[in-house]
C-alpha cells in the first residue's frame, strides 16, 4: 500500500518564477492538506482540499494557490517567489474532514527561492 | 484559536532511560491531540492520537502520551530510550469545538537518545 508521495523531490528557483508541487494521497484517502515547514519550525497549514474544493486556507497570500483532481491527487502552485519561500513543502492525506482524522504526511518537496 | 507549545528546544536522554517530551495545548473547545517525529530530511510519521476516551494512549515503537486535561498537556513518553529515537518531535493539535479542520503544530523538540 503505497502511502502519501510527492514530487519533485528538490526544486530550485529564482525569485519571480512560478512553482507547482504535486502530491498523490494515500490509498483510499481523499482529502489533501498542505503545509509549508521553514527551517527550524514546525509546519504551517496552507489551506486543504476536499472534494476538489479548497475546504479551509491558513494565513497565506493568494500567491498560493491550489487544486484538487478527480483522482483525489493535488496540486500547490506558488506564483512571483520571494526569497522567503524557501522550505519544505508537506502534503498530507486524511479520510474525510471529521476532525477526528490522522493526517499522514508525504517525504515533502523541498524549494530553495535564489 | 489553537495552540501549542513546546517548552524545550532539545531534550536528551541517556539509552535505556526513560523519556519525556512536554507538550501543552490551547483550544476553546476540547481538544484532538497528535504527536509525530521527523527524521532528518523526510516529512512527518504519525505515532499517536488522543480523540477521546483514556488518558493514557498507547502508539507506535513503545511511545504513549498521557493526556491531562487540568493541565493542558499532552506529553509524550517511552519507558527506554533507544538511540534510533533520536529525531524532531511535533505534538500538534486540532480544536474539536471550531471549524477549523487543520492541524496547528508546536515548534518542534530535537530528541538526543546518548548511547
Known amino acids: 500500500d503505497a502511502g502519501v508521495t510527492q514530487s519533485p523531490t528538490h526544486l530550485i528557483k529564482t525569485r519571480g518564477q512560478q512553482v507547482t508541487l504535486r502530491c498523490s494521497p494515500k490509498?483510499?484517502?481523499?482529502?489533501v492538506s498542505w503545509y509549508q515547514q521553514a527551517l527550524g519550525q514546525g509546519p504551517q497549514f496552507i489551506f486543504q482540499?476536499?472534494?476538489?474544493?479548497?475546504?479551509q486556507r491558513g494565513n497565506f497570500p493568494d500567491r498560493f494557490s491550489g487544486h484538487q483532481f478527480p483522482n483525489y491527487s493535488s496540486e500547490l502552485n506558488v506564483n512571483a517567489l520571494l526569497l522567503g519561500d524557501s522550505a519544505l513543502y508537506l502534503c498530507?492525506?486524511?479520510?474525510?474532514?471529521?476532525?477526528?482524522?490522522?493526517?499522514?504526511f508525504g517525504p515533502g518537496t523541498r524549494l530553495t527561492v535564489l | 484559536a489553537q495552540s501549542v507549545a513546546q517548552p524545550e528546544d532539545q531534550v536528551n536522554v541517556a539509552e535505556g532511560n526513560p523519556l519525556t517530551v512536554k507538550c501543552t495545548y490551547s483550544?476553546?473547545?476540547?481538544?484532538?491531540l497528535f504527536w509525530y517525529v521527523q527524521y532528518p530530511n523526510r516529512g512527518l510519521q504519525f505515532l499517536l492520537k488522543?480523540?477521546?476516551?483514556?488518558?493514557l494512549v498507547k502508539g507506535s515503537y513503545g511511545f504513549e502520551a498521557e493526556f491531562n486535561k487540568s493541565q493542558t498537556s499532552f506529553h509524550l513518553k517511552k519507558p527506554s530510550a533507544l538511540v534510533s529515537d533520536s529525531a524532531l518531535y511535533f505534538c500538534?493539535?486540532?480544536?474539536?469545538?471550531?471549524?477549523?479542520?487543520?492541524?496547528?503544530f508546536g515548534s518542534g523538540t530535537q530528541l538526543t537518545v546518548l548511547p
Open positions: 498530507a492525506s486524511s479520510q474525510g474532514t471529521s476532525g477526528t482524522d490522522t493526517q499522514y
Open positions: 490509498s483510499g484517502h481523499d482529502t
Open positions: 482540499y476536499y472534494e476538489e474544493e479548497e475546504r
Open positions: 483550544v476553546s473547545g476540547n481538544p484532538y
Open positions: 488522543y480523540i477521546t476516551g483514556d488518558n
Open positions: 500538534a493539535v486540532r480544536d474539536m469545538g471550531g471549524s477549523a479542520r487543520q492541524l496547528t
